[in-house]
């Protein structure tokens, strides 16, 4: 009889509240760039899949948006790509922040996440910072899961990478023995595009700040490679809501832009190993947040 063991793979849907460092969490557990990170809140739209490949088998996540409680139109759809994953995946992962205090919103997490315990495991994350209340966020967790097995809670630092390995460990013991989806030298399923896309509005929404962080979404109007395919032309706009916000986004002397564009360079060549050539621009696409045709394409499920 044969001693190697069975190999191991499982969908795990990543669930917290709004900056409780699920993207960040992502990028270190898979080691490179796979969902942008900003201090804004709600900054992941979509279901973005990391893939993390090792001995005991294939863990693909899905980074979900913030989850908290919203009657807008477009936090509602945000929302709802939380609540299908949640059900759909194989294990749950709910990352908690503990340099915060829990209330009504981790409250809504905890709802959503109560009916799938038996498959989720606990993180209590940025335990690496001076506000972190690693026992504050304990006893919560024992009044809200009284039940809950201990040692699928591990207090981690998702930006230091501590104990990552140990919360990926508990995955793993409850994944299920099945072949993996992915080749092995995947790290991500992202299509090339929507990479692009996705850096250019980090960088948007990391240089504008509180200016206008949720009034934009980046649109890839053509790609076509060049130089004998050593090198990728991608036209791009950073699409507002108002005529107002674009000077915004364009910056005195057009600098703000030209420095967007720069910072989105730098990154897209860390991530390719070819060369990518950015025009970038800035249009008005009034009152975009409002319209069912945009929402259904920028929120388009990572499964399509």
Do not use: C
Not at 50 to 72: A, C, M, R
Not at 242 to 261: L, N, P
């Amino acid at each position: 009889m044969s001693n190697k063991k069975a190999a191991k793979s499982a969908i795990v849907t990543i669930i917290g509240r709004p900056s409780s460092g699920k993207s960040t969490f992502l990028n270190t557990a898979a080691g490179e760039k796979v969902s942008i990170v900003s201090p804004v809140p709600q900054t992941t739209r979509n279901s973005i899949r990391g893939i993390i490949n090792t001995s005991y088998g294939q863990l693909v996540f899905i980074d979900t948006p913030g989850y908290h409680n919203s009657e807008k139109k477009f936090n509602n759809q945000l929302k709802s790509i939380a609540e299908e994953n949640i059900a759909d995946s194989d294990l749950v992962l709910y990352l908690i922040d503990s340099t915060r205090i829990p209330g009504e919103e981790e409250t809504l997490v905890v709802q959503l996440v109560r009916p799938f315990l038996d498959k989720t495991v606990i993180g209590i994350n940025k335990i690496d910072l001076p506000e972190s209340n690693q026992q504050k966020i304990k006893d919560f967790l024992t009044q809200v899961f009284p039940d809950f097995p201990q040692e699928r809670i591990v207090s981690v630092s998702a930006a230091n990478d501590t104990n990552i390995n140990d919360l990926l460990l508990q995955l793993y013991k409850l994944a299920p023995e099945q072949p993996a989806f992915y080749p092995e030298e995947y790290y991500t399923d992202q299509e090339v595009d929507f990479r692009i896309s996705e850096i250019i509005r980090e960088n948007a929404m990391n240089l504008l700040h509180d200016e206008l962080p949720h009034a934009i979404y980046v649109e890839i109007a053509d790609m076509e490679w060049r130089n004998e395919n050593k090198k990728l032309w991608v036209r791009a706009f950073i699409v507002v809501e108002r005529d107002s916000q674009k000077g915004i986004v364009i910056g005195k002397s057009a600098t703000m832009i030209k420095t967007i564009r720069i910072e989105s360079i730098k990154q897209l060549r860390k991530i390719f190993d070819y060369k990518i050539e950015l025009d970038l621009q800035v249009k008005v696409n009034k009152n975009w947040r409002q319209k069912d045709n945009v929402l259904a394409k920028l929120l388009q499920k990572s499964d399509n």
